[in-house]
Every structure is written in C-alpha cells, then in structure tokens.
C-alpha cells in the first residue's frame, strides 16, 4: 500500500464496495471517475497502478455481438481470497483443524 498515492487507495475501496462476494465488479471508468471526482485519465492510470501493485486484475468483458462492455474487475486481496482457503482445514463442526485446542488432550487425564 506504500506505492499507492491516495487517489489510488480511495479507487480500490470503491471498487471493493461494489465487488460481489467472488471479488468481481464492473463499474464503468466513468462511474469510478465521477464517484472520486477525478477525470477518466486519472481513474485509468489508477487502475494500472493497482493492477501493476496486484491489488487487482481486470478483463475486457464483450456484449453479445462481440462489442466491449466494461471491464471487470477482480480483487486480489484479503477478505477477497478468503475462497482459497480449503474445506479441510475445518471438521464437521466448523472448526479449525490445526487450532491447538483440537490437539489438547489433558481434559481426558485420568479417565482410564
């Protein structure tokens, strides 16, 4: 975050207020733009900014007939990738495995 200037951390908490819960938005540069009260060139310049610091990736989403609708936007940080923490890692009461307290054993001390 110590390479972003503030403009460029502002855009990344907006676009992380419109993301869904995959990490994905698309709000037009227009939009972004309007929203920080900058001009478009400033938003596009913050968004390769945040793609370069990978705060982000983006994608050219087409229309139907092979036109260019407006990007979409992927989040590439925390709580965004939260869905890559595995399944196995939690028993069936949605506790972590490797928490120490499912290790401890000294409650069964002397119940032999």
Known sequence: MDKLNMTQKF???????FANSEGECWPSQ??????????TGTICTSL???EEE?????FQRKTKHGGTNTKLYRM?????VFKQVKEQHYNCFGQRVDDPRMSDTTWADGLD
């Open 11 to 17: 855009l990344l908490v907006v676009l992380a207020t």
């Open 30 to 39: 227009g939009l972004l733009a309007e929203l920080l009260g900058v001009t």
């Open 48 to 50: 390769k900014k945040l």
């Open 54 to 58: 990978k705060f982000i990736e983006s």
């Open 76 to 80: 590439l940080f925390e709580p965004f």
